[in-house]
């Protein structure tokens, strides 16, 4: 049989769960928007380095199909 006690002693084990997981769950939440953050700041950079790559060197990212054939042709 189940006591007064007993049902108040689950009953705190179940909050106490429940509070650690809220804790998890915000800790998570935080660093998933931390990686979003960098994955955004990691892309921006790369659009800019693309962008001077080819403001630099235009033969290096263009088409190679673009290239008109080699004289032996």
Same mark, same amino acid.
């Given at each position: 049989?189940?006591?007064?006690? /007993?049902? #108040?002693?689950?009953?705190?084990?179940?909050?106490?769960?429940?509070?650690?997981? #809220?804790?998890?769950?915000?800790?998570?939440?935080?660093?998933?928007?931390?990686?979003?953050?960098?994955?955004?700041?990691? /892309?921006?950079?790369?659009?800019?380095?693309?962008?001077?790559?080819?403001?630099?060197?235009?033969?290096?990212?263009? /088409?190679?199909?673009?290239?008109?054939?080699?004289?032996?042709?």
């Amino acid at each position: 049989m189940t006591t007064a006690a /007993d049902i #108040e002693a689950r009953v705190v084990e179940l909050e106490t769960r429940l509070a650690f997981q #809220e804790q998890a769950m915000a800790e998570l939440s935080d660093a998933l928007a931390g990686a979003r953050l960098e994955l955004a700041r990691n /892309d921006l950079l790369l659009r800019r380095a693309l962008e001077e790559l080819q403001a630099s060197r235009p033969g290096v990212t263009a /088409d190679p199909a673009d290239e008109p054939p080699p004289p032996h042709y």
